[in-house]
């Protein structure tokens, strides 16, 4: 028997337009590469999107067309956001970081039509334009006054959009259209491309607004510093209209002191980035004895988040730390480290045990955790197994069919992600799959020892890699990059070690280097890492 209710397709329009009519006059803002802080209101951006849609039309965008962004958090990418997929084209988010030949493999592969950039990439795009023929047309992100100069046609987006007509039909189609694309790293071989529906964005927008898990609400002054080409901003593009949160939008500058100038002034009381980006923050705040205004609530996710920046953020700021573990397959939050009842009634040090681990699971999803086999392995919160999703909002396959059927046979994609699930049900990533050390058949947790080291004083940040080991196949070794003016040596970091990590866990060789690579994610860069390793001999064999 069917149920009597009315069938309302989940499209991601219809959170544009819940902003535009019922918080029409909350503001969003933004700032530009020269600092200038722009402001508009989601009524402004409803409209500046509809004449997206209609210029894309008239531009011969057809629905399913690729419609490409290069750029950071601004209202005009925003529109351009709500205008493509309003209208049944697909929003691909370019990174703007990446390397030239990743850029142009991946539009090539996407066969991206128009590209909406930011001024500052006008270089870059140069470049890229000669080797991808699919773009037809370039449009730059800005007004003609800031349009940059070029030897290639390209269009000043304030022009472009202003003659087009106010009014477009959203939606309309069926709720899984696709509606985004966005390339993981690929660590490993090419990128590949995560297609996002209309559906799967919607339900991860309601999914991660629950109070266990982002708990935005239209009193929320939310600055989204996590960019939009990173998994849609971790849900934010859709969350934060959603519910009608003022969105402060940082552009391309995101230096600690940028970001507390934007948090002072403009009343931020909820934000998110990678935590690579608040050690850089607090490391301002160490320097110029600023704080941290009204901020109440950070997500914090895309890697593994220190003890050490949770009790800073605690006890310093009196900032709530929520951890987020999440993969642009899984659109991207999955779990989120919010205490449980169990772990709230935990005195606050011991609470501080579980705001480190990735977290429990969010509501219509499920995880498994199996050996290299495939067989379920238990919940005891010291057996490390491959960690493996299945629900409505992670990946099916990837675009083009790349990498082929990426499903288990019960239908749940492998993370990639190695990690212990207690009996609390708290998820904690022990690896990525490819940067597991083993040593001796067992695996050491690099992110551990990684999480302890940037917990010494001099730290600033810290990398874990293996070394191949004619004994143990490989030994670990650590790298640290040390905060401006520290200074500390090797046998400093083995005895902060000391005790707290198992003994045959302890690194072979403790390295200072002057620069620790991040990706373009802002990520510890371990593939660079090991490259740049390569040749390296351990100083003396250990025996465990
Ligand atoms: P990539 O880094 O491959 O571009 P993603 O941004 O999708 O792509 O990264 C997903 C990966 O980041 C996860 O598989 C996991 O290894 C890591 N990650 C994400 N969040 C966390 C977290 N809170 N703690 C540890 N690792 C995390």
């Known amino acids: ?256 002191e940028s970001l507390v100038d934007l948090i002072e002034q403009e009343g931020i009381t909820f934000s998110s980035a990678v935590p690579t980006i608040w050690q850089g923050v607090l490391q301002y705040l160490r320097e110029s004895g600023r704080g941290l205004g009204a901020l109440k609530r950070v997500v914090i996710g895309g890697s593994a988040v220190p003890e050490a920046l949770v009790r800073t953020f605690r006890d310093d700021y009196g900032v709530d730390v929520i951890q987020g573990w999440g993969m642009t397959e899984t659109s991207p939050l999955a779990t989120i480290s919010t205490p449980s009842a169990e772990v709230a009634a935990l005195p606050a040090d011991e609470q501080i045990q579980y705001a480190i681990k990735q977290g429990r699971l969010l509501a219509g999803l499920e995880l498994k955790l199996t050996d290299d086999e495939g067989n379920r392995l238990p919940h005891d919160g010291r057996t490390p197994g491959r960690l493996k999703i299945k629900g409505p909002t992670i990946v099916s396959g990837y675009f083009g069919g790349d990498g082929g059927n990426v499903l288990d046979e019960e239908g749940f994609f492998d993370t990639g992600d190695v990690s212990t699930i207690d009996d609390k049900g708290y998820m904690q990533i022990t690896d990525r799959a490819k940067d597991v050390v083993k040593s001796g058949g067992e695996w050491i947790s690099s992110i551990e020892i990684e999480n302890i080291a940037t917990g010494h004083p001099a730290v600033a940040l810290a990398a874990v890699i293996g070394v191949a080991h004619p004994k143990w196949d490989e030994r670990p070794i650590l790298l640290c990059q040390l905060k401006p003016g520290a200074s500390a040596c090797r046998d400093d970091l083995t005895s902060f070690l000391d005790g707290k990590i198992a003994r045959w866990w302890m690194p072979d060789d403790v390295l200072f280097v002057p620069e620790i690579p991040l990706g373009a994610t802002g990520k510890i860069d371990k593939k660079l890492i090991r490259q740049r390793m390569e040749g390296y001999k351990l100083p003396f064999e250990v025996t465990r």
């Open 1 to 256: 028997m069917q149920g009597l209710m009315q069938h309302g397709a989940l499209t991601v329009d219809k959170f544009l337009d819940h902003a535009a009519a019922w918080h029409g006059a909350r503001e969003v803002i933004s700032r530009d590469a020269a600092g200038i802080v722009t402001r508009s209101n989601y009524g402004e951006i409803h409209t500046l999107a509809k004449r997206v849609s209609n210029g894309l039309a008239r531009a011969g965008i057809r629905p399913g067309d690729r419609v490409a962004t290069m750029g950071w958090n601004s209202a005009r990418h925003l529109a351009v956001w709500y205008g493509a997929t309003g209208m049944g084209a697909v929003l691909h988010t370019l990174n703007p970081r990446l390397f030239l030949e990743q850029i142009a493999y991946i539009a090539n592969h996407a066969g991206d039509r128009i590209l909406f950039a930011d001024p500052a990439c006008a270089e870059l795009i140069g470049e890229l334009l000669p080797q991808v023929p699919t773009i037809e047309r370039v449009i730059f992100l800005c007004d003609a006054a800031t349009l940059p100069r070029t030897d290639y046609a390209a269009t000043a987006f304030d022009d472009w959009a202003a003659g087009e007509p106010a009014e477009y039909a959203w939606g309309g189609f069926d709720e899984n259209t696709a509606c985004g694309l966005c390339y993981t790293s690929g660590t490993t071989g090419n990128p590949k491309g995560v297609l996002y529906g209309h559906r799967s964005n919607y339900i991860h927008a309601l999914m991660t607004l629950q109070a266990d898990a982002l708990a935005l609400s239209g009193r929320d002054s939310v600055l989204m510093v996590v960019p939009m080409y990173h998994a849609n901003a971790w849900g934010m593009v859709y969350s934060a209209p959603a519910v009608g949160a003022k969105l402060v939008l940082p552009g391309q500058k995101m230096d600690g």
